[in-house]
Every structure is written in C-alpha cells, then in structure tokens.
C-alpha cells in the first residue's frame, strides 16, 4: 500500500484529502507546518509528497528543495492557491514534479498522483526486474513472462498492461475510467466496452482454467484483483 505525506497547514484541506486517500486506499500523514513536513519527509519512507506552498515554519518551496538534496527521486506535487506561471515554474525549479491549483477537484488530484508514482515505478531501477506477484500467479516487469502455477501464459501488449495494472493496484477496487485512463490512455467513453472485453479475454487466459479466481466484478463500482 502506498503512503503519501500531505504537508498543509489549512486542516480543512488537509482532513479532506486525508480522508479521500483512504477512501482510495493510500496511508496518509498530515504534518501542518514546514519544518514538521520536511522532517517527517527526511526521516520517513513515503512514496509521494504532496506539499502545499504558502506554509507556517518554512515555505513549500524551501521545503521542496530541501528534501530534493536527500531524496532526488520522490514524487512531489505542490498544492498552491498562487495560479501564475511564475510560482508554477519557481516550484518545478525547486524540484516539484507537478503543481496543482487549489480548489481542485480530488478526481484531478488523484490522476496526477497515479501518474506521478507511475513514472516513479518507471524510473525505479529495480523495476525492471520486478515481479508481481499474486496466489501463484507472476508477472515479470522486465522480461514480460506471466506464469500461473508453473505454466506460461502468454498475453498480448494490451493484456499484459492490463493485469500490471490490476497487479499493482491488487486489493484495491478499479474504475473502468481508471483502467481506461491508465491502460488506454483515454478519456472514458461510457458508450464503449472495450474494457470489458479485455477483462473478459484476461480472464480466459489467468482465470478460467484455476479453482482460485483473480479477477472479481464489483457491481457500480468496477473490478479488484484479489484472492477469493
């Protein structure tokens, strides 16, 4: 499971996403002044920051930089009500990945999020021979091979994706507009199956010939990938 440092002094703002990133199912902390956020950025293991800019202690900016010099390759999204192309490039030059402007719908928060640990998992270099693992089902990031119970499975381009996907978010219950957003890169067509049917032709392939099942219909809400 992911965690993600909320640095943000209005706890109104802070509580709200605390909240939604549990509902997405992310561990959170909250720290309300800089100096707090810097430290707990320092000597804790988070796997994104989201660091708003006008803060208590020390400015969002200073604390951005500073953590850059110890962790070069966190994702940090910086959260700001200052809209002006000059703040977005003094954050992004002080080492901020993104920059959101507040108010901002969760929805958007959560897509830049996922595309920040997406490029991070990328860029990790331990990723490409990663593998993924679920009952006896893996996955190798690095040289493509799926197997299940001993046997190789071979997927197309398109399914591969698709059970990375579900395999990094396993646990968790996937939206068809997440899946067609992060697998297809598409805005979400509600008038379109084809995420079904490439659930449908993943689960010929991993499911459909194994007692234990992987893929699981959530009725209105989407699909998890989970033993059951």
């Known amino acids: ?37 810097k430290n707990l950025a320092l000597s804790k293991k988070f796997d994104l920051i989201l660091l ?9 900016y200073d604390v951005c930089q500073q953590i850059r010099v110890y962790k070069p390759s966190i994702p940090i999204i910086m959260l700001t009500a200052y809209g002006e192309v000059e703040d977005k490039v003094e954050g992004l ?4 990945n993104d920059y ?40 190798n990031v690095g040289t493509k091979e799926v197997i299940r119970a001993g046997k190789s499975i071979e997927l197309t381009a398109k399914e591969f994706a698709l059970l990375e996907y579900f395999l990094m978010h396993r646990g968790r219950v996937v939206s068809k507009m997440d899946l067609a957003e992060h697998v297809w890169h598409l805005n979400f067509d509600p008038g ?3 995420v079904e049917v490439y659930i449908n032709y993943l689960r010929k392939k991993i ?22």
């Open 93 to 96: 030059n002080k080492g901020a």
């Open 100 to 139: 959101i402007v507040k108010p901002f719908d969760f929805r958007e928060l959560m897509a830049r999020i996922n595309a920040a640990l997406r490029v991070s998992e990328l860029n990790n270099p331990e990723t490409e021979n990663q593998t993924l693992r679920i009952a006896d089902l893996e996955l």
């Open 192 to 194: 379109t199956n084809v």
């Open 52 to 60: 708003d800019v006008n803060l208590p202690g020390l400015k969002g």
């Open 1 to 37: 499971m992911k965690t993600i440092l909320i640095v943000e002094d209005d706890r109104r703002i802070a509580q709200n996403i605390y909240r939604g990133l549990h509902a997405e199912n992310f561990e959170a902390e909250i720290a309300y002044d800089g100096i707090t956020g």
């Open 207 to 228: 499911d459909k010939n194994f007692d234990t099942k992987l893929i699981h219909t959530r009725p209105g809400l989407g699909y998890i990938m989970k033993e059951e």
